[in-house]
């Protein structure tokens, strides 16, 4: 028996693997899944004891079972090259280990060629599976629209160019830039010109987990202004990077919320004041705590005249607010003087949470001009005295979009306290859930608002940033929603400009009479993919695909609109980090063409009664021992009878892989005249991510998660980081191919600009990472350009 005990000892290990997947196979072909893991298992099993006995016939056997599962991968993968990961990969390591020890199993002269030959064979029928004809992960190449001499025009009175004065771009959010100088011939020749540390990270380390700083700077002049995750705001040249004033309005960490997000400032120049005097051009900031702070410019020094004191406390009339509860981490928007800004109120804590009021603030002496309450609709100021603001409403915790012609501003809003539970909310709370609101800047009154979802249980909230537009004639905005669709409605009237449609929603779940029996669809472009099926189920090897493809079984799921259950798990699709998020869209107006970055991720939810969440010692914010910094999380939701548990991504606990396979992200350009997709990419690569949180460093287009978004340029330059691998990319327009790339020092989730200063062209981004997208994290504001 001298030189058994390779075979032994793989035996072993092909017995427990044929166990576990005979098994599951089994209870899988029960829930009415696919046959072949229990085909697999008893496979398996058998060329484990043909192993035991020391049969050469074990080998054959098990080059059967890899036979079998590379043409059943093929069957199912459709041409994705991702999806046979699971169906080749293991199965070849064990193919590979059985040729090792057939040597021991036969009595031959040739045995070690036989062994050898078989691993080539098998080595070669892994690549051909992975060199299909293509991936099944890009879409065709349309024509661009023609270059039109009638570009869109931009309502908000600024322009971007050699500066970039707002957080879009402009308030019409189009993030362009009519620039040519870096174009597709020289983009190659991009290199980094310098790099600035903010610095600004959190001190404490319970609140360093929560680091993911999306900021975006903005260019007025010859300085560049940026704030850190701790809401630190730092002025830089916009040639060098040197470093011209900080200003640190101390925020404690206790208010840090969910992220420590401070996604971008404004600047303001006063009207008729002397480009001269202190607090002329202003840099207006929202901050963690929720106080608008007010500086100078050129100095960082606070403009007294705001206020009397430099800020403003946006909390006054919201009652009481606990630390990290209500929080500004966007940046405001300015229409006809007045700063309109709302507030990230903490999803899922208690149904009494602080209001989701709107307010406007006058931008000069930083005063309440109004305040939309849409519990109150005929207060327009602070509450009366001994009242408050409604609490828990809906608010607004991305940027708005402004229209300085019409004098109104476009609010997305998001869902009440309680996201994942509608009863008990009020009729008002209702009607403005996950809708977009346009508000009269003058008065605060809504003037019309769009609804995409009715009574949402999903946290689909308008996260994206609207964009002004002009479609076919009519001044529209264009607004992206969580699930994808696409709407395009008229900017005076709300009327939709584009196609839309209705789809029976499943009804059911934990709350049957409160679930719509149909949901609003655009019919015009939506980023949505089709629906989930057991065969997308995904993982490393055949038994985390089989765990998938179990749960999958397990869960409640028919379909886009799955409302949540008690009794059990529930798949929701796209997830709340699907379709399109903060990032917004990027508008091409010299071609009319969008290009929308999304995400592509089921979520994998359950209701937890009231008695479980207290066994689990699972509470509000302000009662907790510990902040979920997880995508695995549960929330309270106090007030209602339920938490709510969420695993964003429907990620294996073990190997850290979503159940999903690849792409888990893309980006599409998008005709706007007639909303025919022009081409259609995976963005990101697999070189950061991988099993069990180890980087694979393969250099090969996956479509990784994203967050962030993108910024076009006139001379057909798409430039983009947001997805995980920590690269800033630049992508042809007329193909969506990526023409250069730069490895960034951490995650670049965040939008970069593009400015003009000293008659060179520059492409600016903060590195800063994000610990929910799991790329590291850092402070540095990093400038590229071309050699000169």
């Given amino acids: 028996m001298r030189g058994a005990w390779p075979a032994l000892v793989l035996g072993v290990v092909i017995a427990l693997a044929g166990v576990i997947m005979t098994g599951g196979g089994a209870y899988l072909v029960e829930l009415g899944g696919s046959i072949y893991y229990l085909l697999a298992g008893l496979g398996l099993l058998g060329t484990a004891w043909l192993l035991f006995r020391r049969r050469p016939l074990a080998v054959w056997l098990y080059a059967a079972l890899f036979l079998l599962s590379m043409v059943w991968g093929l069957s199912e993968a459709q041409g994705n090259a991702w999806a046979m990961i699971p169906w080749l990969i293991a199965p070849f390591v064990l193919l590979v280990a059985m040729l090792l020890v057939m040597p021991t199993l036969v009595d031959s002269p040739h045995r070690w060629k036989w062994s050898g030959g078989g691993i080539a064979a098998g080595l070669l029928a892994v690549i051909a599976c992975f060199a299909l004809p293509g991936s099944g992960l890009s879409s065709p190449v349309l024509a661009l629209p023609p270059q039109s001499s009638q570009a869109l025009g931009d309502p908000s009175g600024l322009a971007t160019g050699r500066d970039w004065p707002t957080y879009g771009g402009t ?123 007010a500086l100078d410019a050129l100095s960082g020094e ?12 946006t909390k006054i009339g919201m009652g009481p607010v606990y630390p990290g509860l209500a929080s500004i981490n966007s940046a405001p928007t300015i229409v006809r003087g007045v700063i309109v800004v709302g507030h990230q109120i903490l999803d899922g804590q208690y149904s009494r949470a602080p209001s989701g009021v709107v307010q406007g603030f006058d931008a000069r002496t930083g005063k309440l001009v109004w305040a939309w309450d849409m519990a109150h609709p005929d207060w327009s100021g602070y509450p009366p005295a001994g009242q408050t603001w409604a609490r828990g409403t809906p608010n607004m915790w991305t940027s708005a979009a402004g229209d300085e012609r019409l004098g109104l501003v476009y609010v997305p809003l998001g869902n009440a306290a309680n996201d994942y539970w509608s009863s008990g909310r009020t009729p008002l709370e209702n009607a403005y859930s996950s809708s977009l609101v346009a ?83 655009s019919l015009w472009n939506t980023l949505r993919k089709a629906p989930l099926h057991e065969s997308d189920m995904w993982g490393m090897s055949p038994i985390d695909q089989m765990i998938c493809r179990i749960q999958f079984r397990e869960a409640d799921y028919r379909g886009y609109f799955t409302p949540p259950s008690v009794d059990r ?133 996956i479509g990784t998660p994203n967050n962030g978004g993108a910024v076009t340029t006139a001379s057909g330059l798409v430039f983009i980081a947001a997805a995980t691998d920590d690269l800033i990319r630049a992508i042809d327009l007329r193909t969506g191919k990526t023409v250069w790339s730069a490895s960034l020092p951490a995650g670049g989730q965040a939008t970069p600009i593009i400015y003009q200063q000293g008659g060179r062209e520059y492409l600016v981004i903060f590195a800063g990472g994000h610990h929910f997208m799991e790329t590291p994290a850092g402070d540095s504001v990093i400038a590229y350009a071309l050699p000169g």
């Fill in 171 to 293: 308030y019409a959010n189009w993030r362009y830039s009519p620039l040519t100088q870096i174009d597709r011939g020289n983009v190659g020749s991009l290199h980094k010109v310098w790099e600035t540390h903010t610095g600004g990270t959190p001190q404490s380390a319970k609140f360093q987990k929560l680091y993911g700083t999306e900021n975006t700077p903005i260019k007025v002049g010859n300085l560049l202004y940026t704030c850190t995750a701790k809401n630190v705001v730092v002025a830089l040249d916009a040639a060098t990077g040197r470093v011209a004033w900080r200003h640190d309005p101390k925020v404690p960490d206790a208010w840090i919320p969910y992220t420590t997000a401070c996604r971008g400032v404004v600047v303001y120049a006063v009207p008729g004041a002397d480009s001269a005097a202190p607090c002329a051009t202003r840099v207006i900031e929202g901050t963690l705590d929720s106080r608008l702070i």
């Fill in 302 to 313: 606070p403009c007294r005249e705001f206020n009397g004191t430099g800020e403003q406390d």
């Fill in 439 to 521: 508000l009269d800047v003058a008065t605060g009154k809504p003037r019309w608002s769009f609804q995409a979802v009715k009574k949402d249980v999903w946290d689909y909230d308008f996260g994206s940033q609207p964009s002004l537009i002009d479609y076919k004639g009519t001044a529209a905005v264009l607004v992206p929603s969580k699930q994808g669709d696409l709407y395009i409605l008229d900017r005076a009237t709300g009327r939709p400009l584009t196609p839309i449609g209705t789809i029976a929603a499943p009804q059911g779940g934990a709350e049957p009479a409160q679930r719509a029996a149909q949901q609003i669809v």
């Fill in 569 to 701: 798990s529930s798949v929701e699709y796209p997830g709340y980090n699907g379709g399109s998020d903060w990032g917004g869209v990027s508008i091409d107006p010299l071609r009319g063409v969008i290009v929308a970055n999304y995400n592509d991720m089921p979520n994998y939810v359950r209701l937890i009664t009231r008695a479980e969440a207290d066994r689990r010692d699972i509470k509000p914010r302000f009662a907790a021992k510990d902040i979920s910094t997880k995508s695995h999380s549960v929330d309270p939701q106090w007030g209602a009878p339920y938490a709510i548990e969420v695993n964003a991504g429907w990620r294996m606990p073990f190997t850290g892989l979503m159940c999903k396979r690849p792409p888990y992200g893309g980006i599409r350009a998008i005709d706007i005249a007639t909303g025919r997709t022009l081409w259609d990419r995976p963005l990101g690569t697999a070189r950061r991510n991988g099993p069990f949180g180890v980087p694979t460093m393969l250099p090969l287009t």
